[in-house]
T-cell receptor
Framework: GAGVSQTPSNKVTEKGKYVELRCDPI?????LYWYRQSLGQGPEFLIY????????DSGLPNDRFFAVRPEGSVSTLKIQRTERGDSAVYLC??????????????FGPGTRLLVL | GQNIDQPTEMTATEGAIVQINCTYQ??????LFWYQQHAGEAPTFLSY????GLEEKGRFSSFLSRSKGYSYLLLKELQMKDSASYLC???????????FGGGTRLMVKP
């Protein structure tokens, strides 16, 4: 079956521009997560959706970052006024409904964002 | 808070066995994950331990000791394709968001 897909796979932008990154989760997965991974480091949590609502956005670094999931499936991560420090791989993951244990998260291939 | 520690790099020989350690400190425990990540690719699930002991899955095994805050991933009969980063991660919060260690980059040499 289809896994998590993310578009674009690569994005190059200039400092100060606005970008949108898209994630299409596995069908039926109600939980969706965004992580950011810098070179040589582990992924860092940004935001978690359960259905349509952002259940936890404590990992967003500042108010330039925002994410939506209007219909409970596809999610878009939006970054305003990009800075060079935003350059990283943005990973999306989805998992089945949380049954109180650590449900396995399945990751997409990521979007490599480069801010010049 | 969560804190996950693992070695940065390891090198091993094709056909050998390697053990990658992970120590963790969590404010509530809901199991421990291991993921494999090849360069430029997505992390892929390897194992999940919530009870103490060793769980074997083919060439890969994962061990957990909750009292010691310690886990390891054991890779047997190493192959060149096992060269990758191995990520230890602990879920937390109502949403089971993952806190990852920095990853251990394993290089398998002929």
């Amino acid at each position: 079956g289809a896994g998590v897909s993310q578009t674009p796979s690569n994005k190059v932008t200039e400092k100060g521009k606005y970008v949108e990154l898209r994630c299409d989760p596995i069908s039926g997965h109600t939980a969706l997560y965004w992580y950011r991974q810098s070179l040589g480091q582990g992924p860092e949590f940004l935001i978690y959706f359960q259905g349509t609502g952002a259940a936890d956005d404590s990992g967003l670094p500042n108010d330039r970052f925002f994410a939506v999931r209007p219909e409970g499936s596809v999610s878009t991560l939006k970054i305003q006024r990009t800075e060079r420090g935003d350059s990283a791989v943005y990973l999306c993951a989805s998992s089945p409904p949380n049954r109180g244990r650590g449900e396995t998260q399945y990751f997409g291939p990521g979007t490599r964002l480069l801010v010049l | 808070g969560q804190n996950i520690d693992q070695p940065t790099e390891m090198t091993a020989t094709e056909g050998a066995i390697v053990q990658i350690n992970c120590t963790y400190q969590t404010s509530g425990f809901n199991g421990l994950f291991w993921y494999q990540q090849h360069a430029g690719e997505a992390p892929t699930f390897l194992s999940y331990n919530v009870l103490d002991g060793l769980e074997e899955k083919g060439r890969f095994s994962s061990f957990l000791s909750r009292s010691k805050g310690y886990s390891y991933l054991l890779l047997k009969e190493l192959q060149m394709k096992d060269s990758a980063s191995y990520l230890c991660a602990a879920p937390s919060g109502a949403g089971n968001m993952l806190t990852f260690g920095g990853g251990t980059r394993l290089m398998v040499k002929p």
